[in-house]
T-cell receptor, first 114, second 109 residues
């Protein structure tokens, strides 16, 4: 049973370009969470999704950021018109239930904006 | 929003010593979890303690929870160099978990 898979692991973008980060949850998990981590800091919650639904996006910037978790395929975190401040590690986690038990994390996608 | 805060921010000890990390939070919780993160890697779940539990053990790990003080501690006994990592507490916030800034533990061989 493969773990949470994130790709790409590393992504370099120039200012103004778009970044798409993908997350395939563990098999049987229908709950996906995205977090952002700056160097030497903790994880900041961005968005919580279930299949085809955004449950809580209170941690996501209102502009340029969007997330989806379609019926088929991975969850995608999309950042439009990236700026240098978007440079960070973005982690995806999944869980089988919604009762905030153990989260299973991917290895992260590291975005660098030049 | 609810979020745990770890203390100390950094801790350096010798192999064989015990390491204690603390976590404080602000509002009521259903459970509190501790995670570990090696440099450049994802987080790995260590232990979950529910709000009606006071202490829990897992191998060399011991977690306590004091809901009256809104605090938790993680004790790693007989530390090893391989325990070097960042440790985060996470508290439930409605449907998701919120993390603190972490304690960076260095265990010197």
């Amino acid at each position: 049973n493969a773990g949470v898979m994130q790709n790409p692991r590393h992504l370099v973008r120039r200012r103004g370009q778009e970044a798409r980060l993908r997350c395939s949850p563990m098999k049987g998990h229908s709950h996906v969470y995205w977090y952002r981590q700056l160097p030497e800091e903790g994880l900041k919650f961005m968005v919580y999704l279930q299949k085809e639904n955004i449950i809580d996006e209170s941690g996501m910037p209102k502009e340029r950021f969007s997330a989806e978790f379609p019926k088929e395929g991975p969850s995608i975190l999309r950042i439009q018109q990236v700026v240098r401040g978007d440079s960070a590690a973005y982690f995806c986690a999944s869980s089988p239930t919604a009762n905030t038990g153990e989260l299973f994390f991917g290895e992260g996608s590291r975005l660098t904006v030049l | 929003s609810q979020q745990g805060e770890e203390d100390p921010q950094a801790l350096s000890i010798q192999e064989g010593e015990n390491a204690t990390m603390n976590c404080s939070y602000k509002t009521s919780i259903n459970n509190l979890q501790w995670y570990r993160q090696n440099s450049g890697r994802g987080l790995v779940h260590l232990i979950l303690i529910r709000s009606n539990e006071r202490e829990k053990h897992s191998g060399r790990l011991r977690v306590t929870l004091d809901t009256s003080k809104k605090s938790s501690s993680l004790l790693i006994t007989a530390s090893r160099a391989a325990d070097t990592a960042s440790y985060f507490c996470a508290t439930d916030n409605n449907n998701d978990m919120r993390f603190g800034a972490g304690t960076r533990l260095t265990v010197k061989p």
